[in-house]
């Protein structure tokens, strides 16, 4: 099993920037991919940014050029620099692994707790 804590959300108010952090722990064969989804109210869960093994970046047309991804050397702990925020953004954001725990055949998706991000107008 993969487990994934998230921190970083908060109140912010429109043009303000916040990060989110996410750490990857548990008996962890290999990470595929790492990343960050956010589900609004009355909204499906869409993608936000992804990062791949090999480094492979994915950002969302709505965010592309204010928000960064990124990760440690170990690659378990990914990051969103999130910049000119806007009331739109406003959500929970869900961190995502995929990846091959030990004792698995087969990867899985593994979800974070949820973290509220909340920017104000």
């Known amino acids: 099993q993969v487990q994934l804590v998230e921190s970083g959300g908060g109140l912010v108010q429109a043009g303000g920037s916040l990060r989110l952090s996410c750490a990857a722990s548990?008996?962890?064969?290999?990470?595929?991919?790492m990343g960050w989804y956010r589900q609004a109210p009355g909204k499906q869960r869409e993608l936000v940014a992804t990062?791949?093994?090999?480094?492979?970046?994915n950002y969302a047309d709505s965010v592309k050029g204010r928000f960064t991804i990124s990760r440690d050397d170990a690659k378990t702990t990914v990051y969103l620099q999130m910049n000119s925020l806007k009331p739109e953004d406003t959500a929970v954001y869900y961190c995502?692994?995929?990846?091959?725990?030990?004792?698995?055949?087969?990867?899985?998706?593994?979800w974070g707790q949820g973290t509220q991000v909340t920017v104000s107008s």
């Open positions: 995502n692994a995929y990846a091959l725990s030990v004792g698995n055949s087969r990867s899985e998706d593994y």
């Open positions: 548990g008996i962890i064969f290999r990470i595929n991919a």
């Open positions: 990062i791949g093994r090999g480094g492979s970046i």
